[in-house]
């Protein structure tokens, strides 16, 4: 054994006997618990089937969110319901810096680059939470007064609630821009639109997730066309 493996070991066994000595105290308080209900045998049947249960699946990568209930904006009247602000996209002037900065010091993992150097960025199971791409040269010029935001999304439940929202916002003289696409990397329903002041907003649905073998879909594997209303 190495010297170096030694240390990792030495570090490495004190956790391990806490860890040990933590599923031993959970061990008792169950077995305990158990017992005191042994007068009420339903209560008994279910603890010891949730005690049994298995744990969550994790889907490999490629796959859709399963259906799954919802916490979304509690106002059900409401034509848009959002589940979550689901990434943030950025204008860079050095791209290559901001990526090293988002990757190697705050542990971002890139999911996907595209064409354009666009650079699909994420922290958990959704296949981006962050999106880089290059600042144009003419926007560069303006300095300071550079548009900065890319886009902000937002997720909804379906392809069917992206179109009703799209009709909504359509009728409220909203500027929609152009149809709803089914885009990658990602593989997600979306479409974008301006608020007052002229900043790119995004609504999404179905997002590829990253599973367990944290692999992308292939490239080969993306899909880019409209879909009708």
């Given at each position: 054994m190495s010297r170096l493996d030694a240390v990792c070991a030495k570090a490495a066994a004190?956790?391990?006997?806490?860890?040990?000595?933590?599923?031993g105290r959970r061990f008792m308080r169950e077995r305990s618990a158990i017992a005191?209900?042994?007068?009420?045998?339903?209560?008994?049947?279910?603890?010891?089937?949730?005690?049994?249960?298995?744990?969550?699946?994790?889907?490999?990568s490629g796959t859709r969110n399963p259906p799954r209930e919802q916490h979304t904006m509690s106002d059900t009247?409401?034509?848009?319901?959002?589940?979550?602000?689901?990434?943030?996209?950025?204008?860079?002037?050095?791209?290559?810096?901001?990526?090293?900065?988002?990757?190697?010091?705050?542990?971002?993992?890139?999911?996907?680059?595209?064409?354009?150097?666009?650079?699909?960025?994420?922290f958990g199971g959704d296949h981006h939470s962050f999106v880089l791409a290059?600042?144009?040269?003419?926007?560069?010029?303006?300095?300071?007064?550079?548009?900065?935001?890319?886009?902000?999304?937002?997720?909804?439940?379906?392809?069917?609630?992206?179109?009703?929202?799209?009709?909504y916002l359509l009728s409220q003289g909203v500027n929609v821009?152009?149809?709803i696409k089914h885009e990658g990397p990602g593989n997600d329903y979306t479409f974008d639109f301006d608020d007052p002041e002229g900043n790119r907003l995004q609504f999404f649905s179905d997002m590829d997730r990253i599973g367990w073998d944290g692999k992308s879909r292939p490239k080969a594997e993306w899909k880019r066309f409209e879909v009708d209303d």
């Open positions: 004190p956790r391990q006997a806490s860890a040990a000595a933590r599923q005191a209900l042994d007068k009420l045998p339903i209560l008994r049947c279910t603890l010891s089937a949730l005690s049994n249960r298995p744990e969550p699946i994790v889907l490999p009247a409401h034509p848009i319901r959002i589940r979550k602000i689901g990434h943030v996209g950025l204008y860079c002037r050095d791209l290559a810096k901001m990526v090293d900065f988002y990757t190697r010091l705050l542990g971002f993992k890139v999911s996907d680059v595209n064409e354009k150097g666009m650079t699909f960025l994420r290059q600042m144009s040269a003419e926007e560069q010029k303006k300095g300071a007064g550079a548009t900065l935001l890319q886009q902000i999304a937002m997720e909804v439940a379906s392809l069917d609630a992206l179109k009703r929202i799209r009709k821009r152009g149809k």
